[in-house]
């Protein structure tokens, strides 16, 4: 593991589905992002916190909804999703300060809308 | 960083030749350019990075280099064996460069031929 703990790994949800990504970190980080991988656009940010305070949010649907309680753990709350969500949604974490020094990656979701 | 094109989004070679992957960045206060490697159903992984008072760094069979006034940085990889094969990211990044850190290129997939 890198210190980047993704869960679940995989994701089966149907569009009226409400389910939660969580990602947890245990480098002493302080910022965290949340990307979507997908065929036509690879690693595509969604969302940043900087010690727990949101800072972008790069005009991401409202059916996704990131929480931050802390600086280690992330979430992404999903609800009524469309196919095309269908997707691999990464985390990662990264340095204060100079923060994508350290940047690292977690495992990933591997997300189905059916 | 602002926007990061990179090629080819293919390549292809045989076990043992050279490869070169090549970025090009917009933002000319980038000051550091990391790659990542991501296998086949893994998360990206940083192999070698290079920051811009720098012209070129090397680990084993991989290399990267940067040209500040051009604009561009690659990626080399000699000898190149079939682990190699995967998805290589470039990335970017400028100080103070807003909240989303790095700046990934659309990443090559990289096809080590037996």
């Known amino acids: 593991e890198t210190g980047v703990t993704q869960t679940p790994r995989h994701l089966v949800m149907g569009m009226t589905n409400k389910k939660s990504l969580k990602c947890e970190q245990h480098?002493?980080?302080?910022?965290m992002y949340w990307y979507k991988q997908s065929a036509k656009k690879p690693l595509e940010l969604m969302f940043v916190?900087?010690?727990?305070?949101?800072?972008e949010n790069n005009s991401v649907p409202s059916r996704f909804s990131p929480e931050c309680p802390n600086s280690s753990h992330l979430f992404l709350h999903l609800h009524t999703l469309q196919p095309e969500d269908s997707a691999l949604y990464l985390c990662?974490?990264?340095?204060?300060?100079?923060?994508?020094?350290?940047?690292?990656f977690g495992s990933g979701t591997r997300l189905t809308v059916v | 960083g602002e926007n990061v094109e990179q090629h080819p989004s293919t390549l292809s070679v045989q076990e043992g030749d050279s490869a070169v992957i090549k970025c090009t960045y917009s933002?000319?206060?980038?000051?550091?350019f990391p790659w990542y490697k991501q296998e086949l159903g893994k998360r990206p992984q940083l192999i070698i990075d290079?920051?811009?008072?720098?012209g070129e760094k090397k680990d084993q069979r991989i290399a990267v280099t940067l040209n500040k006034t051009a604009k561009h940085f690659s990626l080399h990889i000699t000898e190149t064996q079939p682990e190699d094969s995967a998805v290589y990211f470039c990335?970017?990044?400028?100080?103070?460069?807003?909240?989303?850190?790095?700046?990934f290129g659309k990443g090559t997939h990289l096809i080590i031929q037996p």
């Open positions: 990662a974490s990264s340095q204060d300060g100079n923060r994508v020094y350290g940047y690292t």
């Open positions: 480098l002493g980080h302080n910022a």
């Open positions: 916190y900087n010690f727990k305070e949101q800072t």
């Open positions: 933002d000319s206060a980038s000051n550091y």
């Open positions: 290079i920051r811009s008072n720098v």
């Open positions: 990335a970017d990044v400028s100080p103070g460069g807003g909240a989303d850190g790095l700046t």
